[in-house]
């Protein structure tokens, strides 16, 4: 059975940094790659990375480009999302969600992915 749990989300005040994790089970992490999107209240999801399978590729939205680092370690089967620089408006409930690829068109669309995990709240606030 697929399964992708996000962990360190968290309260964070403005300028703070933050790294989440993004553990998969059920599966070999290394032929797929992981997305990561948030949604804050009243907004629709969006995409803001993927790492290739093989970490060789990455995407980011323009938002978070030069303020988040997407990694994986797929030896522990696990993504990270290291967010720096944070701001209020980074607060949302962010997910990951693997697919076998990124694609340079698709990583930031909900329907490219497979398989979603439960999400995790950040809060940046002071």
């Known amino acids: 059975q697929v399964q992708l749990v996000e962990s360190g989300g968290g309260l964070v005040q403005p300028g703070g940094s933050l790294t989440l994790s993004c553990a998969v089970s059920g599966y070999t992490l290394k032929y797929y790659a992981i997305g990561w999107f948030r949604q804050a209240p009243g907004k629709e999801r969006e995409g803001v990375s993927c790492?290739?399978?093989?970490?060789?590729?990455?995407y980011y939205a323009a938002s978070v480009k030069g303020r988040f680092t997407t990694s994986r370690d797929n030896a522990k089967n696990t993504v990270y999302l290291q967010m720096n620089s944070l701001t209020p408006e980074d607060t949302a409930v962010y997910y990951c969600?693997?697919?076998?690829?990124?694609?340079?068109?698709?990583?930031?669309?909900?329907?490219?992915?497979?398989?979603w995990g439960q999400g995790t709240q950040v809060t940046v606030s002071s």
């Open positions: 790492i290739s399978s093989g970490g060789g590729i990455k």
């Open positions: 969600a693997h697919d076998t690829q990124c694609g340079s068109r698709g990583w930031s669309l909900e329907g490219h992915y497979d398989s």
